[in-house]
């Protein structure tokens, strides 16, 4: 079945950096955009940006520019979210789902827990 | 960028009950305007995509209808496995936006 798998949980300080990956299967994985959505504990979801697996091409949410980096291995069928200058507001479920613009997003990742304390 | 509002942000309602929830864009997004379900420590779950198609595999007693700036998200009786929080999503243009979400609790 179609299925986006994710990395565990993180644990950062403050000004570290983080990488999240989310591994599809069940699909051609560069037929299919994968974006980033993130949620604070009790808060809403707020849309990250995405990536094409296909050619590598990138829109990213501005409140994240310069901060964010999507990439992808597409021997591996893997895409990953690096997030870097962390601040305790970046503490969050990050989770990766497949579609875009245009589209709906369908399946979801089970989401990975990035924790931002001193 | 889009501003997706939802209305109401709360709702306590009975098993049985018929439910309605909106979704109001600050632009035409056309109809592309996607539903989602999500439960407690789980990711969401698409149940409506453009306005009106339902999801394979959701219950007949979800739909939506809609099209420019307003929508509406049905279920039209209550089940106990529906209670949850409910989200509304643009994918007309960058940056997608969500609404603030409807969290739907049991009366």
């Known amino acids: 079945q179609v299925q986006l798998v994710q990395s565990g949980a993180e644990v950062k300080k403050p000004g570290a950096s983080v990488k999240v990956s989310c591994k599809a299967s069940g699909y051609t994985f560069t037929g299919y955009d994968i974006n980033w959505v993130r949620q604070a504990t009790g808060q809403g979801l707020e849309w990250m940006g995405w990536m094409s697996p296909n050619s590598g091409n990138t829109g990213y949410a501005q409140k994240f520019q310069g901060r964010v980096t999507m990439t992808r291995k597409t021997s591996i069928s893997t895409a990953y979210m690096e997030l870097s200058s962390l601040r305790s507001e970046d503490t969050a479920v990050y989770y990766c789902?497949?579609?875009?613009?245009?589209?709906?997003?369908?399946?979801w990742g089970q989401g990975t827990l990035v924790t931002v304390s001193s | 960028d889009i501003q997706m509002t939802q209305s109401p942000s709360s709702l306590s309602a009975s098993v049985g009950d018929r439910v309605t929830i909106t979704c109001r864009a600050s632009q035409s997004i056309s109809s592309y305007l996607n539903w989602y379900q999500q439960k407690p420590g789980k990711a969401p779950k698409v149940l409506i995509y453009v306005a009106s198609s339902l999801q394979s595999g959701v219950p007949s007693r979800f739909s939506g209808s809609g099209s420019g700036t307003d929508f509406i998200l049905t279920i039209s009786s209550l089940q106990p496995e529906d209670f949850a929080t409910y989200y509304c999503q643009q994918t007309y243009s960058t940056p997608i936006t969500f609404g603030q979400g409807t969290r739907l609790e049991i009366k």
């Open positions: 789902a497949r579609g875009g613009s245009g589209s709906w997003f369908d399946p």
